[in-house]
């Protein structure tokens, strides 16, 4: 599997799945969920709306996935970020949670190449360095026969110049 580092918008990116750092409303937020939302058109807070008739609430670390409406992507896959709270081991579990179970649905749905948003460094607070410590060994454990290619999307510089640190180790 190989791994990419951009920084982008993800809403612009050409990958078979994109994931989406939503809350456990699936109802839309800001950051990235916001820009999701707003450029991927109506019909994905339709099917969201349409899962949480069905399963109520998404709990952090677990993923749900949606069309992609008007988005280049294939899928939205929306994971629900931990709020960091000081907690670092609970935190870390959740978080790892989030990119593991994203990338077991992505397999299921055949999924070749997925791009991952810096999950729950934006509104939810989570150390940066930290979350990008969880993201890429989460990533770098998860062994395909499926999967070929998952991009990590920065959007902004710090987590991009973090990201590339950790992966030219
Ligand atoms: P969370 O609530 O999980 O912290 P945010 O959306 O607030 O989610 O932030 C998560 C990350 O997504 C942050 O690093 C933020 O800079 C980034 N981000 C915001 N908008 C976009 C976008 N359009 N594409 C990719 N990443 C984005």
Request: aromatic share 2%; proline share 0%; charged share 30%.
């Given at each position: 599997?190989?791994?990419?580092?951009?920084?982008?918008?993800?809403?612009?990116?050409e990958a078979d799945a994109i994931v989406?750092?939503?809350?456990?409303?699936?109802?839309?937020?800001?950051g990235v969920d916001g820009a999701i939302h707003r450029n991927g058109g109506k019909q994905i807070l339709e099917e969201c709306i349409e899962i949480r008739n069905k399963q109520g609430k998404c709990k952090t670390g677990e993923a749900v996935v949606t069309t992609a409406g008007n988005l280049p992507a294939k899928y939205v896959i929306h994971t629900v970020g931990p709020?960091?709270?000081g907690d670092e081991e609970k935190g870390t579990k959740l978080l790892a949670n989030c990119y593991k179970n994203s990338?077991?649905?992505?397999?299921?749905?055949d999924v070749k190449t997925i791009a991952f948003p810096n999950i729950s460094t934006g509104v939810y607070q989570f150390p940066k360095?930290?979350?990008?410590?969880?993201?890429?060994?989460?990533?770098?454990?998860f062994k395909s026969e499926i999967l070929e290619k998952v991009i990590f999307v920065c959007f902004d510089e710090e987590n991009e110049e973090i990201y590339r640190n950790?992966?030219?180790?």
């Open positions: 599997m190989k791994i990419e580092l951009i920084k982008d918008d993800i809403t612009k990116i989406n750092a939503a809350n456990s409303s699936l109802l839309g937020g800001g709020v960091w709270n990338l077991e649905l992505a397999e299921s749905l360095e930290l979350a990008a410590k969880i993201a890429i060994n989460e990533v770098k454990k950790l992966l030219e180790k």
